[in-house]
């Protein structure tokens, strides 16, 4: 991992399949947000 993601982040995740390691990094915000108005727009 590369230094700055290991020194803002404290929870990483690896996948089983393949080892690649995940964390909770500007993709997963940005995808969040998605899903976040999506289900707003779903209750409305």
């Known amino acids: ?3 700055s993601v290991r ?3 404290e929870r990483f995740s690896s996948c ?3 080892g690649r390691v ?3 990094g ?3 915000r940005r995808l ?3 899903v976040d108005e999506a289900l ?3 209750a409305a």
Do not use: K, Q, T
């Open 40 to 42: 707003a727009h779903r």
């Open 22 to 24: 995940f964390w909770e």
């Open 7 to 9: 020194a803002h982040h």
């Open 16 to 18: 089983d399949a393949c």
């Open 26 to 28: 500007s993709h997963w």
């Open 1 to 3: 991992l590369p230094p």
């Open 32 to 34: 969040r947000g998605i």
